[in-house]
């Protein structure tokens, strides 16, 4: 007799039939695991505002949504952020609900060159000086100052750094900068505090957290957050090298901290949104070129660290079936947008999960019936080999969803899911 | 000389295709001509794109190439000559949705194809949109959005333009991420598109334009 607690147990079946998916065995059940956000806490009645400025009331929505649901797994909360911390760092990049959005409306990231073409030198000669004295400043309005700093090694001096430290905490703009900074860590560990109450609270009920780290794609580190799209897409022709040089620099970096935030949250999961890789960005060859070296090197990184990799492809994947192919099976967590079934079945049927895709143009706009004979293709299609986990497509279960298409979604695996 | 200005747009070699036209303008070739040249490497790029042939990356290094030669035939320009167009088109970002990659290359190929477009932006209300289709006058207004909460404004302008009795001379192209048919449908548009190039296509068809992209 197993001494195991009864949600104990529960948990653990959970994370086995997830488990035994994405390693190609048949488990009791299909999964239900999604990657979604703002769906849950509006369900659970509160607005996007809401869900990102009163900790608690998101913590009880996320819950009590959970419980409704009846998924398999939380969805993970590195999605949410706190309203209040990116007020006062003075967010440059994001708008929010509430801040230069409605209340009830996504937080969106703003494209944009937040490194400029003619910066490719400073950045490669001196990544750190290039992200404390340029990019901060512009991403966050507090870090303001940083932009002042001479290059770095000026500190570098036993006899003069307590002084020059001193000095520049001792100037009105750095002493206003380090006050909000104090301010927003506190804001921050108030925040973390419920977040870790949720994943606590979850584990009680028996539900296993989605993933416990994320990271990128190095070529999307760089165009996401550094050149923009426009930006990246104009090097591929004009400066080929100094592109790769910046990701290539990057790529041991995004490993490292996913592997880090991993053994902080002591989840093996880690999810990776993936932009600008897909079909409709670029060619094979430029993905070959520019793209993949970068994000196989993470994904076979994370796996001998041990770690299950989440790729959250974005986009139509069909043409790049053929190099996932190359990743060892069972091992990839691959979560897929648009793809061609058929292709992913010859290309990858005996090699990786589909995890899946229910369109968000159905979850807003269906009706459940739709839904549910969507969900039923999907385990008529991979069910054989135990290889499908369902899911939303891009944006998981939009927040947008209609409930009755959601539940539906749910109720369907339920209904057609169990494996005989 | 033209003809290989085409070919340099084409083949994407940006410095022999600004320094060709340059050449040309300076020799007194007709900007209009130089534009036109622009146009037909715009073209044939337009059809390699909806083929699978090139992509995101070609199609905003043509647009730029074809930016900065322009801004250099501009000055060469007789002031009576207008570069003539093939229709008006509105394009917006709908309201709640600030994301604009696809809606810039969209704009751009259709600038690059001879359209008049107006771009509203991004977060654009659908009373700024109606508003404008009444003193623009466009034949076309074509609507983006990444995110699904982009679908209700799209119905919304769809059904305020049939309100104020444009829509029978206004045609409504949508397009995004996540837009479909069932989207289509659901809003009302005229039709969706998958890509840049589907909205150029859509264009030329419903104003008339001669139809050699696709």
Not at chain 1, 129 to 153: D, M
Not at chain 1, 185 to 209: C, F, R, S, W
């Amino acid at each position: 007799m197993s001494d195991k607690t009864e949600t104990e147990l529960l948990y653990e079946a959970r994370e086995k039939r997830f488990n035994d998916a994405v390693s190609l065995k048949k488990p009791d059940r299909v999964p239900i695991v999604s990657l979604t956000n703002f769906f849950l806490t509006r369900y659970g009645g509160i607005t996007d505002k809401e869900a990102m400025y009163d900790y608690s009331k998101m913590r009880e929505a996320w819950l009590a949504s959970i419980k409704k649901l009846d998924w398999d797994f939380v969805p993970g909360i590195f999605t949410f952020f706190p309203g209040k911390v990116l007020e006062i760092m003075d967010s440059k990049a994001l708008k929010w609900a509430g801040h230069g959005l409605g209340e009830n409306i996504l937080y969106q990231y703003i494209d944009k060159e937040y490194m400029l073409a003619d910066e490719y030198d400073e950045f490669l000669d001196d990544p750190n000086g290039f992200v404390v004295t340029k990019f901060l400043p512009r991403v966050c309005g507090i870090f303001k100052p940083l932009g002042e700093l001479l290059p770095i090694p000026w500190l570098a001096s036993g006899y003069t750094a307590p002084v020059l430290g001193a000095t520049l905490a001792g100037l009105p703009h750095y002493a206003e900068m380090m006050e909000k900074l104090i301010e927003a860590g506190k804001e921050m560990t108030a925040y973390n505090i419920h977040q870790a109450q949720l994943v606590q609270d979850a584990k009680e009920m028996g539900y296993p957290m989605t993933a416990g780290s994320y990271s990128v794609a190095p070529f999307d580190s760089i165009s996401d957050f550094f050149r923009g799209l426009n930006g990246t897409m104009l090097d591929i022709y004009r400066r080929p090298d100094k592109l790769k040089a910046a990701v290539d620099y990057v790529a041991p970096h995004v490993t490292q901290f996913a592997i880090n935030y991993a053994a902080m949250t002591g989840n093996p999961r880690v999810v990776i949104p993936l932009h600008r890789g897909s079909g409709a960005f670029m060619s094979d060859e430029q993905f070959a070129e520019f793209y993949w070296p970068g994000l196989k090197r993470l994904l076979l990184d994370l796996i001998d660290a041990g770690l299950t990799p989440i790729p959250f492809f974005e986009g139509d994947m069909t043409p790049r079936l053929k190099y996932l192919a190359q990743l060892p099976p069972g091992k990839v967590a691959g979560h897929f947008d648009i793809v061609d079934k058929k292709k992913f079945k010859e290309i990858l049927g005996d090699k990786m999960v589909f995890w899946g895709d229910v369109p968000g143009s159905l979850l807003v706009t269906g009706k459940p019936q739709q839904i549910k004979d969507y969900v039923k293709a999907l385990i008529d299609m991979f069910a054989d080999t135990g290889g499908l986990i369902i899911d939303g497509a891009v944006e998981g279960v939009p927040p947008e969803s209609k409930p009755e298409n959601v539940e539906a979604m749910t109720e369907a695996v339920r209904e057609y899911g169990v494996y005989q | 000389m033209l003809q290989k200005l085409t070919t340099a747009i084409t083949e994407m070699n940006e410095k022999e295709a600004v320094a060709i036209a340059e050449k040309l303008l300076n020799n007194g070739t007709e900007p209009l001509e130089v534009i036109e040249a622009c146009q037909k490497a715009m073209e044939v790029i337009g059809r390699r794109f909806s083929a699978g042939e090139c992509f995101i990356p070609e199609l905003i290094l043509a647009g730029d190439m074809m930016k900065q030669i322009s801004e250099k035939a501009e000055p060469h320009l007789k002031q009576d000559v207008a570069v003539k167009k093939h229709g008006r088109v509105i394009i917006a970002t709908v309201e709640g949705d600030i994301h604009d990659i696809g809606k810039n290359i969209v704009v751009s190929m259709l600038d690059a194809n001879g359209f008049d477009v107006l771009d509203l932006g991004v977060d654009v209300p659908v009373a700024k949109i109606v508003e404008t289709a009444k003193e623009f006058k466009p034949s076309v207004v074509g609507l983006s959005g990444l995110l699904t909460l982009a679908f209700d404004p799209m119905k919304a302008v769809v059904a305020a333009l049939e309100e104020e009795g444009l829509r029978k001379n206004i045609k409504v192209m949508i397009g995004g991420g996540m837009i479909d048919e069932q989207v289509r449908q659901y809003t009302g548009a005229d039709t969706f598109g998958a890509n840049a190039m589907d909205a150029v296509i859509f264009a030329k068809k419903w104003t008339g334009g001669k139809q050699n992209v696709g």
